[in-house]
């Protein structure tokens, strides 16, 4: 057999697998505007669904007229919980074990809450009917504060658990309370804490934000009478589990229910949950027998759809006069608004919080979280982060932070002498993880060198005898973070959700002409699935990535899994990807080896092609072989070449990263300028660098977002003060930072190629060291706490109460 003249590194090119920085095979269509979202979806007889929604935070519903509404021309129908109840359907459960109202039934529970559905001919007449229909409310005493919430007068928010002194998550200490979830040794910690030479404490703050994704949550369902089959199109970040939960909520068997996620433009955890208008859109088209589409508007999505943060941590860190960390506990209260609907895995109420001793090695560490409600909008998403580490990662680095004020210490040097060790790894933590792999002294000196800090801080301190000198009236905040994340849930083992193992899956199937499909249960918003996971498969059985199609988001194809949220994509899929491929080239291996009359131990994989040992002239490529596997008889071998993969993880993956943010601040307007941001992080094996890159970017600007300004703010009486984006922080590129990417590679040890996953990353690690960088900049004038978001007014107020306006 004659070769090809290209060598193997031209043939290893060609096939634009890991490593090579392939451009998105998505954007072709994205930026011609040929993307499908679910609200060009266009059925015939399709019908509109709009929500009637409650005006009060806390309110009684006294009584619902719908005659008004139902003579508007275009309206057929409105729904509300009185028309659900004897479908069962009137409350349906919640990712958390909770139970959440589908319509009002009896009283509302924060405003915005959805009272009734309106069905009409188009979204003008579903507008108008929602304008007249006529609810009666007497309003009732509301609280916005977690902490007022526990008050033992504090009113009863949810009268439908009055009574029960149990839990999804076990015991409830008040008739405001959801759960408490405890980690760590809670003895040992406090006796580290009261004998220590040095303890320092703050309550650190991460106030309640929102995903904001650009295109909002909408659905569209069609039932078929004559079949018996819905089909159900939708912003889901996991078609899969919500085709489960459909089925539970409407009885409607499994396999007579086809969800389909088409293009979705942006989720960022904010659609990882089911939301009443899935619900209401199912129904109605079950009453009237046609297709419903429902989407809400930017309003709806701000005031409604799930939050994330929201958490209060009381800290307190111990260590030695030269600075050792000794110990840590963390208090935290979760506001989970009306109706716990957190997405997080069923045995970690509050997520990975426990991942909030960071990238330290410290010897005891307790934590604690209380659950409550409120009258605010339910929810509790991992905003771009896997399932609360962001909250963890925030709050670690700012005890950092105090504790350095508190010792007099170099804030850089205190995280390099409590790092974890490299020989250290694998790394069992305080409160229960099993760190898989990490360098984290040689990335924080990469990072420290990258910047100049030495440089920075004899800057810094010149600006300081300047400003005091009245030469200026710009300061220099120099932000630190070192983080750790916990992403790839997860190990069945760990993790669930409503019962829902987290593995996930792909099908690959190679066609006779050597190109190939592969159908994944994850779902892109965004990342780049298409491209990337096509370069895992080019690398490992040799077909190059343009001859490969990607297929996601359809239960009818795709092979079950739990889709694309927390990071989970390429430490969970990739695997799995990795490990179909794998089965391909086993048999694709035993085809070459009968083809080329030679044992199968005597080929080897090369590139994209299997070559006998000792004579590399002699080879069968993987078209050739793909070819052979259909068309000729392989004895003791199926034909075909294909594979399905489901892969359980043994563990969770662990990527880190350094960032480092310098900002000048204007004491007299509260101005700042990001004039540094140096971003590198550690995803173990690279898939894709640009791909990587503009993950980082993006990440890092929804950080800069939710640090500087971005916030989901109630007023006393639960009104919403942030429900448009005159009022709600979204940078645009006048805003954006410039941002150096950089990087150091630490394979997970597990994973089959080594990834342990990037996306959520720089929304973890960025948000820390923004904030890091406001304080830094007062910490010289006495400055320890003031709590996100650092908008304009925040930090001149900053200045204010420090007397630094002059």
Sequence with gaps: MKDEVQTPEDRSANLKGMGCSRKRVEDVRFTQGKGNYVDDIKLDGMLVGDFVRSPYAHARVTSIETEAALKVPGVLAVLTAADLEPLGLHWMPTLAGDKQMVL?????????????????????????????????????????????AMDPDAPVLREDLEGQTEGAHGPRRHHNHIFTWEMGDKDATEQVLDEAEVVAEEMVYYHRTHPMPLETCGCVASMDKVTGKLTLWGTFQAPHAVRTVASLISGIAEHNIRVISPDIGGGFGN???????????????????????????????????????????????????????????????????????????????????NICTGSYDIPVAYLAVDGVYTNKAPGGVAYRCSFRVTEAAYFIERMIEVLAIK???????????????????????ALGWEYDSGNYHAAWDKALKAVGYDELREE???????????????????????????????????????????????????????????????????????????????????????????EEGDTDTAPYGLGTYGSRSTPVAGAATAMAARKIRAKAQMIAAYLLEVHDDDVEFDVDRFVVKGA???????????????????????????????????????????????????????????????????????????????????????????????????????????????DFFVPTSWETPHYTTDFTVTPSPHHPIGAKGVGESPNVGSVPAFSNAVHDAFRPFGLVQSHMPHDQWRIWTIADTLGLHG
């Design 616 to 726: 590399p002239e002699r080879f069968k490529t993987m078209k050739e072989i793909a070819f052979a596997s259909y068309n000729q008889p392989i004895p003791g071998l199926e034909p075909g070449l294909e594979a399905v993969s489901y892969y359980d993880p043994p563990n969770m993956t662990y990527p880190f990263g350094a960032y480092i943010c310098v900002m000048e601040i204007d004491v007299d307007s509260g101005e700042h300028q990001v004039r540094k941001f140096y971003a590198l992080d550690d995803c173990g094996t690279r898939i894709n660098p640009m791909i990587i890159e503009g993950q980082v970017h993006g990440g890092a600007t929804e950080g800069y977002a939710i640090a500087m300004g971005q916030e989901i703010a109630y007023d006393d009486m639960g009104n919403h003060k942030s429900a448009t984006l005159m």
């Design 104 to 148: 009002a039934d009896g009283k509302v529970l924060f405003q915005g809450q959805e009272v009734a559905f309106v069905v009409a001919t188009d979204r003008y007449a579903a507008a108008d009917g929602v304008a007249a229909v006529e609810v009666d409310y007497e309003e009732l005493p509301v609280v916005t504060d977690p902490f007022k």
């Design 460 to 550: 810094q301190a010149q600006r300081i005898a300047d400003f005091k000198a009245g030469k200026t009236r710009k300061l220099i905040g120099i932000g630190l973070t070192h983080f750790t994340e916990i992403v790839g849930a997860g190990p069945v083992k760990n993790c669930d959700i409503l019962g829902l193992g987290m593995f996930d899956s792909c099908e690959i199937r190679i066609h006779p002409t050597g190109s190939a499909i592969a159908r994944l249960g994850t779902i892109s918003q965004g990342q780049g699935h298409a491209t990337t996971f096509a370069q895992i498969i080019a690398s490992e059985i040799g077909i190059p990535a343009d001859d490969i199609t990607l």
């Design 271 to 353: 659609k990882v949950g089911v939301y009443p208008g899935y619900i209401c859109s199912i129904v109605a088209s079950i009453v009237t027998g046609k297709p419903v589409k429902w989407v809400e508007s930017r309003m709806d999505n701000l005031m409604s759809t799930a939050f994330a943060r929201d958490y209060w941590m009381q800290g307190k860190i111990s260590a030695t006069k030269e600075g050792k960390i000794t110990g840590l506990w963390c208090h935290t209260t979760a506001d989970h608004g009306g109706f716990d609907a957190c997405a997080d895995p069923t045995k970690f109420p509050a997520g990975f919080m």
């Design 407 to 429: 010792l007099g210490m170099d804030a850089a040097e205190l995280r390099r002498i409590n790092f974890i060790r490299e020989e250290q790894f694998p790394y069992q933590s």
